[in-house]
Nanobody, 127 residues
Framework: QLQLAESGGGLVQPGGSLRLSCAAS????????IGWFRQAPGKEREGVSC???????HYADSVKGRFTISRDNAKNTVYLEMNHLKPEDTAVYSC?????????????????????WGQGTQVTVSA
């Protein structure tokens, strides 16, 4: 059974950077699409970014140009590089894996497209 574990969250000042990692165990990530979601207190969970098994990437408009998703299949890990962070980026960030490795731009942001979830990591952007 695939298991996911996020790391790399923390407290950062506005304008700062963090790199989140999503490490997989129990199975190889090669054939999965991996998404990053976030949920802030009192708000609905939203899709942040996704990378499919072919390396195609998708981003929410709110993070385009600031966040970069990448995958290292040799390390069985997906990364989310977050730059120019804003207070509104504060949330719990979770990674998720979809057995539909070729998830498309039309559906990547829907949580029910994903089959496995990590526990999440807190990101707080504050002065």
């Amino acid at each position: 059974q695939l298991q996911l574990a996020e790391s790399g969250g923390g407290l950062v000042q506005p304008g700062g950077s963090l790199r989140l990692s999503c490490a997989a165990s129990g199975s190889t990530l090669d054939y999965y699409a991996i998404g990053w979601f976030r949920q802030a207190p009192g708000k609905e969970r939203e899709g942040v970014s996704c990378i499919n098994s072919g390396g195609d990437t998708h981003y929410a408009d709110s993070v385009k140009g600031r966040f970069t998703i990448s995958r290292d299949n040799a390390k069985n890990t997906v990364y989310l590089e977050m730059n120019h962070l804003k207070p509104e980026d504060t949330a719990v960030y979770s990674c998720a894996a979809s057995e539909n490795g070729w998830i498309t731009i039309a559906t990547w942001g829907y949580a029910n497209e994903y089959d496995y979830w990590g526990q999440g990591t807190q990101v707080t952007v504050s002065a």
